[in-house]
């Protein structure tokens, strides 16, 4: 007998081969999947569903939790974490951005010998090979020849870092970031710690102040902790029973965060706390108070300094005594003065003469996370400058470096390249192919954030004291392995074992101590239930508002002029809000357009149109930028906000290496700034003085302005 | 916002229909900050190609949602417009849909927003001639094609599947994620109710931090984005060519 196949049982075998064919791409139904992109779509496929995995961000180290969008073992779309306290479920532009950091074309792909080339070795080294030279190291130097530098984030692989260190008898890591130098990070909490007797970050309550007054502080864009600062600023503009929130932000180049503030006051770079003790003066006497911390202050004198009219801080001081809820806070480039803890301390006791020092709308410390015992802050320039001068004495033989990149973020004139090749060791656990790790003698890749387990501390930002988790949202894309494996595994073999099999038990026995307490987002009755909650909510934090009102201020000021070098024209680095510090690899970072000026791929250097006519300068004219350090050259935009005094130049490009995108891309202005730093340790970058050359050569700058209108046309001169 | 004549007009039957909206969107211009998180996110959502430095210095960057900003007087007295994140108006009577010769930017009935047509879409590029915003952008090159760029091999993983990618000698603009309309309106038809206001949102919507921009049905009047959109200060760009846009700015403080 033939066998006849009926047409019933044709459609039937054709609709069993159709599900076979869609089961085999989904998932579960079988064991190994092929991870890859939906470009060129299979016909008649259905997208199945997405899975959702709360992780924590690393783009900065804020650690806002996000949820990733994954389909098929690939990571799709960042979103926020609406459970999250710090965030809500926003995110900035950076954290979208970071599948370009994950589906990177220039990753480290595997260990390798590296052995301080210009670009990336092609010598790759076994797991067991790179495990095996970690643990060499760890046991055949003296304890305090190793040294081991990090990045902010994650904050587990700090916390083991330094239980080896603890272990092995060695110095405790050292944390660096670019963000903390440019925030002023350690200037901020030492301004706290004088004046109401702790050492914390201050917190400022946008969302329920109605008006603020900001010396230098670019919250808007990367400091501390942009996407918190940002909700409150929208919380503080729609304001409160319909009172619109009035911001003011002094500084003598319009930032993005002075382009939405309801008036920018130019003032003189280095006269912010001047100004700060003026207007607080003026402000006391409008309310008829007494002027406590200021009472001595001229103010006509600092308005002469600041180069405003005494008018002008009249006006802003009869805002500040008529407000309901006032609030001063000051970062940035204003702390970034040999004056600098002075201005911070003005600022911080203006609050206290506000009277909102605790009080909604005002001036708290921000809780410490869970577990925390107290605050700790990323090494100050000062404290770099002390550890690559002991690099340079050659007291150091191992180096390990991980998720910092100090050959770029450090300025050159601290010395840390020359200081490097002392090291006999250099250990780099680069994800990508930064300056740092090209110059290393070995790199084991960590798998990127999104590939990993771990935890990061909410420093600022939350009014709940919160720990956001981290989990692997997809399958390592290449043959990297966690840093926290890495050196576990050698510690073992080094002899010196820590009791925790791999990163995820590290991180399940730092959460153990949870398990048992109350008020929670969440409770389990033991830790695998209370792991699996952490993993699946993106962390774990208490409900309760946990901001703490410092006591009373008592300020003594000791108010003095900043302190310059000689030059020209004052200098006003900036990070670029769009790149930050490790953006530039990222090519949608690169093409989303400075918030201000609208250039994109570049690196440009802001004039006032007054200074460049005086100069002979015209846009995209290249100039050259020669400080006491260094200099640079960039395109001239004509900016018409700022001081004809000062020029700006962004932060975040002039990479020599960091994969394609960013690799000889615009010009690092940190190649200017002198070691000189300010009493709180805080490099003194602002003090900085340039002087400007034409370097006869031009480069047209990619900006989105000039699509608006025809290429440009009938938008007047300088646009 | 104003309200429209009918009877002036006459043909009050076909402007009935275009005046009346489905989805649209508000955005407060006096909270947004100009931090380009909507741009990324967008870019992220719909697969839109990332150019170049040269290209983009060509004005051929593919944002679908872009940041403007104006200035005003000069130093000291110096001041900054209001930052204006300008997308697709998703116009009830758009100037680019009459202009194309191939029928691929239409106007859904359905979700009464501005479609394109990818396959289409022959390139003459009227349409963005005609769009009195500037928010289409074309493809001038094949920017999502490995063999040509290395780079996109690897990139390409995080493309989102429900968005077509898009080639050379192609117009694109913003949908509205109407990706996600669509996966919004089969879960809530799959279980028997009506999509939700804030159920889900556009990609811009979701990551912008201020929350400037909100997203909804217009044709609901007890939806946010209409009770935002009803306020006083709400003003409709371009107004006055007739467009019926859908995106209505919240310019100034209240």
Request: a negative charge.
């Amino acid at each position: 007998m033939t066998q006849k196949i009926s047409r019933r049982d044709m459609l039937k075998l054709a609709g069993l081969g159709a599900t076979t064919a869609v089961l085999t791409g989904c998932g579960p139904a079988s064991k190994y999947v092929k991870r890859e992109p939906y470009f060129s779509m299979p016909e008649y496929t259905y997208n199945g569903e997405s899975t959702f995995y709360a992780t924590t961000c690393r783009e900065c180290a804020a650690g806002c939790g996000t949820v990733i969008r994954t389909m098929q073992g690939r990571a799709l779309k960042v979103e926020g974490n609406k459970n999250h306290p710090l965030n809500l479920g926003k995110t900035c532009a950076r954290g979208q951005a970071a599948l370009e950091g994950l589906y990177n074309p220039d990753r480290v792909t595997g260990p390798l010998k590296q052995g301080r080339g210009n670009k990336l070795s092609g010598s790759a080294v076994t797991w067991d090979n790179a495990i095996g030279t970690v643990a060499e190291a760890l046991k055949n130097h003296k304890p305090d020849e190793i040294a081991f530098l990090m990045g902010l984030a994650p904050d587990h692989l700090f916390d083991l870092a330094s239980e080896l260190t603890g272990q092995l008898g060695a110095p405790a890591p050292i944390r660096f970031g670019a963000l903390g130098m440019f925030e002023s990070r350690a200037t901020l909490s030492r301004a706290a710690e004088e004046l109401f007797g702790q050492a914390a970050m201050p917190f400022f309550d946008l969302a329920n102040a109605d008006v603020v007054f900001s010396f230098g502080a670019n919250f808007l864009e990367t400091w501390l902790s942009p996407v918190a600062y940002t909700r409150g600023y929208s919380r503080m503009r729609k304001g409160k029973n319909r009172r619109r929130g009035y911001l003011v932000q002094f500084e003598a180049r319009m930032s993005q965060t002075a382009a939405v503030a309801d008036e920018w006051i130019p003032i003189k770079p280095g006269s912010e706390g001047l100004v700060a003790a003026a207007i607080g003066k003026l402000a006391a006497e409008a309310r008829g108070a007494s002027a406590g911390a200021f009472k001595n202050v001229d103010a006509a004198a600092a308005a002469k300094a600041a180069g405003v009219s005494l008018e002008k801080l009249e006006y802003l001081a009869g805002l500040l005594a008529s407000a309901f809820n006032p609030l001063a806070l000051a970062g940035g480039a204003a702390l970034a003065q040999s004056n600098g803890l002075q201005t911070a301390k003005s600022v911080l006791a203006l609050d206290a003469l506000l009277g909102n020092i605790g009080q909604p709308g005002g001036v708290f410390l921000s809780p410490l996370a869970p577990g925390q015992e107290a605050y700790h802050r990323p090494a100050s320039a000062q404290e770099m400058g002390e550890f690559v001068q002991k690099i340079n004495s050659g007291a150091v033989k191992v180096l390990f470096i991980h998720g910092v990149n100090p050959a770029f973020e450090l300025p050159k004139s601290f010395g840390f390249i020359e200081a490097l090749k002392k090291v006999e060791t250099v250990i780099s656990f680069a994800t990508f192919p930064d300056e740092t790790a090209l110059m290393a003698d070995y790199i084991f890749p960590d798998h990127h954030g999104l590939e990993s387990f771990g935890y990061q501390r909410v420093f600022t930002g939350a009014a709940e004291s919160a720990l956001s988790g981290a989990q692997p949202t997809v399958t390592p894309f290449h043959d990297t392995r966690a840093t926290a494996d890495v050196l576990l595994a050698a510690a073992a073999q080094a002899g010196q074992a820590l009791p925790y099999a791999d990163e995820y038990e590290f991180v399940k026995s730092k959460l153990r101590q949870f398990v048992p307490l109350s008020g929670g987002f969440f409770a389990a009755p033991e830790i695998n239930t209370f792991m699996a909650y952490f993993q699946q909510y993106g962390g774990w934090w208490q409900t309760g508002n946990a901001l703490v009102a410092p006591a009373a201020a008592n300020a003594k000021l000791n108010l003095a002029e900043a302190e310059f070098e000689e030059g020209e024209f004052f200098l006003v680095p900036f990070v670029s809000p769009t790149l930050g510090e490790a953006g530039a690899n990222k090519p949608w970072l690169q093409e989303a357009p400075d918030p201000t000026t609208t250039v994109m791929w570049n690196t440009w250097v802001e004039i006032n149109p007054e200074t460049a006519h005086e100069l002979h300068l015209e846009n995209d004219d290249i100039v050259r930028i020669v400080s006491a350090a260094g200099e640079v050259e960039a395109p001239v935009y004509l900016y018409p906000a700022i001081r004809p005094d000062t020029i700006a130049i962004p932060f975040g490009q002039g990479h020599t290496a960091y994969g394609r995108y960013a690799a000889g891309r615009g010009v690092n202005p940190a190649d200017l700034f002198g070691p000189r730093v300010n009493e709180a340790g805080d490099l003194a970058f602002a003090g900085t003085k340039v002087r400007v050359e034409k370097a006869g050569k031009y480069r047209v700058l990619s900006r989105l302005e000039s699509k608006i209108g025809v290429y440009g046309e009938g938008m007047g001169e300088g646009h | 916002m104003t309200t429209i004549d009918l009877n002036l007009v006459g043909a009050k039957g076909a402007l009935v229909e275009e005046a009346e909206g489905k989805w649209g969107m508000v955005i407060d211009q006096d909270i947004c900050t100009g931090c380009q998180a909507c741009v990324v996110a967008c870019a992220m959502e719909n697969n839109i190609a990332f150019v170049g430095e040269e290209d983009s210095g060509y004005g051929r960057s593919m944002h679908w949602i872009r940041i403007e900003r104006f200035w005003e007087g000069e130093y000291p007295e110096v001041k900054m417009t209001h930052y204006q994140p300008m997308l697709c108006q998703q116009c009830g009577k758009a100037p680019c849909e009459p202009v194309c010769p191939a029928f691929a930017t239409v106007h859904s009935q359905a979700e009464k927003v501005n479609l394109q047509v990818y396959n289409r879409c022959v390139g003459t590029r009227y349409c963005a001639n005609n769009c009195p915003y500037q928010v289409r952008s074309f493809n001038w090159r094949d920017y999502n094609d490995d063999r040509l760029d290395e780079a996109i091999a690897s990139l390409k993983n995080h493309f989102n599947p429900d968005v077509t990618v898009r080639r050379r000698g192609i117009m694109e603009k913003c949908t509205f994620c109407i990706q996600r309309i669509h996966k919004a309106q089969d879960k809530a038809k799959s279980e028997g109710r009506a999509v939700a206001d804030g159920e889900f949102t556009t990609a811009c919507a979701q990551a912008c931090p201020a929350d400037a921009i909100v997203f909804g049905r217009v044709d609901d009047p007890e939806s946010l984005v209409s009770q935002l959109a009803r306020q006083s200060h709400g003003v409709h760009h371009l107004e006055e060519l007739g467009t019926l846009p859908r995106v209505t700015y919240l310019v100034g403080g209240q």
